[in-house]
């Protein structure tokens, strides 16, 4: 089965670059969230989208913004990295009828 | 502030032990999610808990959502070195709102 496609799976950029992750959810899934989780953390909840309009927002920093296109993939923006941004970032997909999350495998963001 | 409140963070047992995690909120949540994951990959669903008082076993897991749904706990029987992992707790508040995870528990389960 087809399961929620993350890239890339790792990337390392400098201090005050720029970086983009894209996601693609579950064919007819209607919503995508984005997570960052920290070294020992728990996922922290950024951002949302269902049906390609933003839906729920958490602790997004204004530095990054995100979108969900017309094929419903997503991309997280990122900019002015941080040493603090270091961290996996997860995509998940929901059908939306259950609240049931299928997460992908992640992108590694390393800050130098 | 952490809403979902996971209880142990760390446990270290040996094969063939029983444990259990719990996960408390304040908060009444529309339904509850239990996943667990290995380092460097996502977290892989296990169970969704809806109703109050409901009960569901899944092999040796067994997971029960408080009668008010605002807790929940996991139970494993006769824990094996593969349930090692990290398990989140995770609570939606409502349909198509944010999911929001517990701090989660890093079993470890030695031979």
């Known amino acids: 089965a087809a399961g929620v496609i993350q890239s890339p799976r790792h990337l390392i950029k400098e201090k005050r670059e720029t970086a983009t992750l894209k996601c693609y959810p579950i064919p007819r899934h209607d919503t995508v969230y984005w997570y960052q989780q920290g070294p020992g953390q728990d996922p922290q909840f950024l951002i949302s989208f269902y049906e390609k309009m933003q839906s729920d927002k958490g602790s997004i920093p204004d530095r990054f913004s995100a979108q969900q296109f017309s094929d419903y993939h997503s991309e997280l923006n990122m900019s002015s990295l941080e040493l603090g941004d270091s961290a996996l970032y997860f995509c998940?997909?929901?059908?939306?009828?259950?609240?049931?999350?299928?997460f992908g495998e992640g992108s590694r963001l390393t800050v130098l | 502030t952490q809403l979902l409140e996971q209880s142990p963070q760390f446990l270290s047992i040996q094969e063939g032990e029983n444990l259990t995690v719990y996960c408390n909120s304040s908060s009444v949540f529309s339904s509850l999610q239990w996943y667990r994951q290995e380092p460097g990959e996502g977290p892989v669903l296990l169970v969704t808990v809806v109703t109050g008082g409901e009960v569901k076993k899944l092999k040796r897991l067994t997971f029960q959502f408080g009668d008010a749904r605002k807790d929940s706990s996991l139970h494993i029987t006769a824990a094996q070195p593969g349930d090692t992992g990290l398990y989140l707790c995770?609570?939606?508040?409502?349909?198509?709102?944010?999911?929001?995870f517990g701090q989660g528990t890093e079993l470890s389960v030695k031979p």
């Open positions: 998940a997909s929901s059908p939306g009828s259950t609240g049931e999350l299928f």
């Open positions: 995770a609570g939606l508040y409502n349909q198509g709102g944010k999911l929001i």
